[in-house]
């Protein structure tokens, strides 16, 4: 098992930044990957960004070049900073992690991007 904990959510204006974190219960050196997902009300959930065990990441193309998902292996926490954000970037994000056959989520968190 593996629990996930969620933070850093927010209201931002357009334009503005936020970082979120999330923090897993056991080394991340375990987990095969952890991402960040989004959902927005009537919309279904997707990836925004995910990194492998060895450091390899992925973007959508929504968020290319604007968001930026590292790890901290000493600490168990990935992070999403997220830069110019958008009033589309409106969602509750949830961070995600896989371990061989199992996928794990936290409780998500919502990030709010005013125009």
């Known amino acids: 098992q593996v629990q996930l904990v969620e933070s850093g959510g927010g209201l931002v204006q357009a334009g503005g930044s936020l970082r979120l974190s999330c923090a897993a219960s056991r080394s991340i050196f375990s987990l095969n990957r952890m991402g960040w997902h989004r959902q927005a009300p009537g919309k279904q959930r997707e990836l925004v960004a995910r990194?492998?065990?060895?450091?390899?990441?992925y973007y959508a193309d929504s968020v290319q070049g604007r968001f930026t998902i590292s790890r901290d292996n000493a600490k168990n926490t990935v992070y999403l900073q997220m830069n110019s954000l958008k009033p589309e970037d409106t969602a509750v994000y949830y961070c995600?992690?896989?371990?061989?056959?199992?996928?794990?989520w936290g409780q998500g968190t919502q990030v709010t991007v005013s125009s």
């Open positions: 990194i492998t065990s060895d450091g390899s990441t």
């Open positions: 995600a992690a896989t371990r061989g056959g199992s996928s794990y």
